[in-house]
């Protein structure tokens, strides 16, 4: 089961372990203050995206996005 943060600044990451989440989260933005991020859950609802990241219309789950063998990455972001 994948764990998701939200850094609290529009990114959420995806991830096998919370340690392992909140390790990506610092690597891509040091200054981030980990006390801002925060747990959600994997049936939160993001807009899918195509392969160009134009958006499709499409709702689809951070479940359902997920992919383990990817390991820990930003799966969504509101600051494109």
């Given amino acids: 089961m994948a764990i998701f943060m939200d850094t609290g600044g529009g990114d959420i990451y995806a991830g096998q ?4 989440v909140i390790a990506a989260m610092l690597e891509d ?16 609802k993001m807009r899918a995206t195509d392969e160009n990241e134009a ?3 499409e709702l689809v789950t951070l479940d359902e996005e997920y992919c ?7 799966i969504a972001s509101e600051n494109c």
């Fill in 55 to 57: 958006e499709t219309g």
């Fill in 68 to 74: 383990e063998s990817l390991g820990t990455y930003c």
């Fill in 29 to 44: 933005c040091p200054e981030l203050d980990v006390n801002d991020a925060f747990e959600v859950s994997g049936s939160t």
């Fill in 17 to 20: 372990t919370k340690e392992e």
